[in-house]
């Protein structure tokens, strides 16, 4: 029962569920590069290594945020502020996420295993952007925006146009949701002295960003697809996609923010798994 109990609590700390925002990424880089014909193990492989330097980072963000989560009445339920998890067994699970993560790396190709280390340190640096820059919403967005890349490293270890451009998509589009997502904490997180954009420029400020945003993830990702050769089923898929971030930002205002974690969770995982969805109808359709 205790096994069971810390579990539940660990995938709790990790948000599993929102796995569904970078795989479907992931895989997508990974089918592109490989005309829809990964291998077995560099699939297993690649999925092995998104889920460790997830939940590493996940980890590391409640390890660094937890005397700021402490105060936040949103985030004091979380299993490390309530006693639940302890400090101790976080940083074990981290270190072995991070060796996960590497040996997996390794199991891919010599870039993936160099790479390995530097993204591991850039998953866990970006919690701590928040406190000194105004853009740690676009840093986030960067994390996961490596995901396609790091799918197409896993097949071929290149850096292509197409790996380049849906990186961008990916940042832009996790960027505009965490914007949002920020939102909630606009308050508390001026009074703590942090710098997301909704504490230091007010709401509709960060609205607009968020807007601005989703605009270029939109237009990346019809360039990602273009660049990579795609056709007519993943632009109608992409231009679906778009209607749907307009739809987000429909459901929210500066008035009425009730509807963020629709708009956050949701619809951000439509759009995940549509994308990658479109990829594989276009590439064997």
Known sequence: MAFWNDF?????????EHSVFALPFAYMGLFLASAGRPGVGEFLALTVAMVAVRSFAMTMNRLLDMDIDAKNPRTSGRPLITGELSRAFAWKFAAGCAVVFVLACAMLNWLCLMLSVPALLWSAFYSLTKRFTHWCHFALGSVLGLAPVAGWLAHDPTLTLPASL???????????????????DETFDREQGLRSIPARFGLNAALLVSSLSHVMAAL??????????????????????????????????????SRV???????????AVGLFAGVLLDLYL
């Open 261 to 271: 974690n629709t708009a956050f969770f949701t619809l951000n995982g439509v759009i």
């Open 8 to 16: 539940k609590a660990t995938c709790r700390m990790i948000k599993i």
């Open 166 to 184: 849906f990186f961008c998509g990916v940042t832009f589009w996790v960027a505009g949701f965490d914007l949002l997502y920020a939102a909630q």
């Open 220 to 257: 990346c990702f019809l360039l990602g697809g273009w660049a990579a050769g795609l056709g007519g089923i993943y632009f109608l898929v992409a231009g679906a996609v778009s209607v749907v971030l307009l739809w987000e930002h429909r459901l929210l205002s500066a008035e009425d923010m």
